[in-house]
């Protein structure tokens, strides 16, 4: 029983085994073939960097007494572990990424608010004939 749960923890830690495959195949020539063994290894790396990069920004949170961990810290994590050469990349993806999310809520407050005038504009259309009657 022991062995199962420590098996499903285990799991729970690891990237799914399919998003790693995906990952893999798609920097692979189309032919290429990838046994479990690789796929795998594959995910016991990623899986230790991912925690490896998450542990050091999240102590750099817990020293400035923050809670939640962002992409700047994961930057900065990047940096702090000596992988220079992947933190600029990852800056302007992050960068992005937040110029994407801003345009995105503005087009859905927009959206909202041309929603909202057309029931204001309802509501006069089919609240003007009862106020006409009335008087």
């Given at each position: ?7 499903t ?9 399919a ?23 594959m995910q016991?790396?990623?899986s ?8 050091e920004a ?21 940096t ?56």
């Amino acid at each position: 029983m022991a062995e199962s749960s420590s098996s499903t923890s285990e799991q729970e830690r690891l990237l799914p085994i399919a998003n790693v495959g995906r990952i893999m195949k798609q920097i692979l020539p189309p032919n290429a073939k990838i046994s479990k063994e690789a796929k795998e290894t594959m995910q016991e790396c990623v899986s230790e960097f991912i925690g490896f990069v998450t542990g050091e920004a999240s102590e750099k949170c817990r020293k400035e007494r923050r809670k939640t961990v962002n992409g700047d810290d994961v930057c900065w994590a990047m940096t702090a572990l000596g992988f220079d050469d992947y933190a600029p990349p990852l800056k302007r993806y992050l960068e992005r990424y937040r110029e994407i999310e801003v345009n995105r809520a503005n087009q859905n407050r927009a959206a909202n608010t041309g929603e909202n005038e057309m029931n204001d504009d309802n509501n006069l259309l089919f609240d003007k004939p009862q106020r006409d009657s009335a008087g």
